[in-house]
């Protein structure tokens, strides 16, 4: 009995190291460039859009549930909190929202290449930036729009965001102004920073308002229009999210640096990443923030700023989302989509395909890989059996 249980023990200790730790994330190849990713609350999928006009949807799993073309470059996606529904806007003004089976609910067109995209916590309301901020509803019935004028130094919505039950909507312009309305379309307030606005987020209840920009100033506004705090940020905002309960911000800088802020108290942490920060998001309570730069490379850190890993994506990391707990999260760099289990740090799956091709790697034969190393295994418990008898 004792020979038996020293045999399992071998095998249960030699097995795991043969076979591989199991997988952290999956990727899959897009056939072009990523220029936005979204995931669900849960983690469950997520959406990449691309240069050449693909809106692929990629399970927890690593299973492509689907890949349909939007016509013309994706520019920006957005996945809704509930209802499951996938919104995809186009550098022509092309708007479609589908289902999470990937079938098309509506088509719409703006005016001006999609800039931004943003749901309500509900999906029953869908805001668009582009030449101007129009508003949607699930149905695609157009609420109300508005622009920022006739003249050309009006500017374009570079970015928006909508509260959570969907009543207020921000947006930032290219013009360097930051807009709170109502449903409506109500201008409820005004503020003008002192360059163009790259980045604009909103807390889940409308109170807390964050713009970030070319003027390296991080602004936070109270829902009645008061400036309650602007921080100087040393250099450009290329990328800027607010934490769901308004309690962190974070800010991705020219120059590499992620700053991490209390809207009511100043900065908190600081990283430096050595490239470009070119996305950011944080989890819905703070607990996890990460960030997408330059030089490709996707890292995440705890809400006390310690950095709890980095991967090589391999190409410039230009889009990012986080699950709502941070449990999940979405990336796109260069011509692959990937989505990780952020517990631990990075591992692929077994046969992950290669980056560098599209080609899935070929099933090893029994003869060789693991199957040779699980057939030395054998005849090393079956040695390690006659060894025990003899004795």
Request: glycine residues 14%; proline residues 3%.
């Amino acid at each position: 009995m004792r020979r038996t249980a020293l045999i399992i023990a071998l095998l249960a200790i030699m097995i795991p190291v043969v076979t591989g730790a199991e997988a952290t994330y999956h990727s899959v190849s897009t056939g072009s460039i990523v220029n936005d990713v979204a995931i669900t609350a849960d983690g469950r999928y997520m959406v990449a859009g691309t240069a050449e006009g693909r809106i692929i949807c990629l399970q927890q799993d690593g299973t492509v549930s689907w890949n349909v073309s939007a016509g013309s470059p994706v520019t920006t996606v957005a996945v809704a909190g509930a209802r499951d529904y996938i919104a995809a806007g186009t550098e022509t003004g092309d708007l479609l929202l589908l289902d999470s089976e990937g079938n098309t609910h509506w088509t719409r067109s703006v005016r001006g290449p999609a800039r931004g995209l943003a749901f309500s916590g509900d999906g029953l309301t869908l805001a668009v930036g582009s030449d101007r901020l129009t508003l949607y509803d699930h149905r695609g019935e157009e609420g109300w729009n508005f622009s920022t004028g006739a003249r050309a130094s009006a500017g374009t919505i570079s970015s928006v965001a909508l509260t959570q039950d969907g009543n207020y909507v921000v947006a930032g312009s290219d013009s360097g102004a930051v807009y709170y309305f109502g449903r409506r379309g109500n201008v409820i307030w005004q503020a003008l920073a002192h360059g163009p606005v790259t980045a604009v987020d909103v807390s889940r209840d409308g109170a807390v308002i964050a713009a970030g920009g070319q003027d390296r100033a991080l602004q936070i506004y109270r829902r009645a229009g008061i400036l309650s705090r602007a921080t100087p940020t040393g250099a450009p905002i290329l990328a800027l999210a607010l934490s769901g309960d308004g309690r962190f911000a974070v800010v991705g800088k020219e120059g590499g640096d992620l700053d991490c802020y209390r809207p009511d108290e100043g900065l908190l942490w600081k990283n430096r990443t050595g490239s470009d920060v070119l996305a950011v998001d944080i989890s819905r309570r703070g607990e996890a923030a990460a960030a997408g730069t330059a030089n490709g490379t996707v890292h995440l850190w705890n809400s006390g700023g310690e950095m709890r890993w980095s991967f090589d994506a391999g190409a410039l990391a230009g889009a990012i989302a986080l699950s709502d707990s941070g449990d999940y999260l979405a990336a796109g760099a260069g011509e692959r989509a990937f989505i990780f289990r952020t517990a631990d740090a990075p591992v692929p799956a077994a046969a992950e395909e290669p980056r560098e091709s599209t080609t899935p790697r070929p099933t090893p034969t029994l003869a060789s890989g693991e199957g040779a190393l699980i057939g030395l295994l054998a005849i090393g418990a079956a040695g390690v059996a006659c060894y025990l008898r003899r004795r």
